[in-house]
């Protein structure tokens, strides 16, 4: 079997980070439509006062999110390219939680139904844990 391309973790990775410049741009216009409707703009100083609307809480929320468990599949990723550790299981787990948080994003910035986000959320953790036990492995054995 012939070995594989160590950057291609490099990729999912890339899915990501562009994932979270579009939640930026999303939430961006959600807060600017909310002051250009009337939310009193000092609001964003300290986040005080009369709550944002609902749309615009729910983009800076997902924007948040994806500086929570994204953080441990970045690290995870490049601890994997670091060791030369990438494997095709490398890259299931990778893609396979890439494609959760893309599906559970999509959810959250439309319908934003709880149950299906919820199951988007659920398998991503479960691909995060596989990438990292598949990391673990990498580790222990290079030991």
């Known amino acids: 079997m012939p070995a594989t391309n160590q950057t291609l973790v490099l990729l999912p990775m890339l899915a990501v980070a ?3 410049f579009v939640a930026f741009f999303k939430m961006a216009m959600a807060r600017a439509a909310a002051v250009k409707a009337g939310h ?7 986040h ?7 749309a615009a809480t729910a983009a800076a929320r997902h924007w948040d999110n994806l500086f929570e468990l994204p953080t441990l599949f970045y690290a995870g990723c490049i601890t994997a390219f670091v060791l030369g550790a990438v494997g095709i299981w490398t890259l299931v787990f990778a893609w396979g939680f890439a494609l959760c948080r893309l599906v559970q994003s999509a959810i959250h910035m439309t319908s934003n139904a709880p149950s299906p986000r919820a199951l988007a959320f659920s398998l991503g953790v ?3 844990l ?4 598949n990391v ?3 580790i222990f054995t290079a030991l």
């Open 48 to 54: 005080l006062g009369t709550p944002e609307p609902e």
């Open 18 to 20: 562009a994932l979270t």
């Open 40 to 46: 009193d703009p000092a609001f964003y100083r300290a």
């Open 126 to 128: 479960m691909f995060m």
């Open 136 to 138: 673990a492995i990498a």
């Open 130 to 133: 596989a990438l990292w036990i």
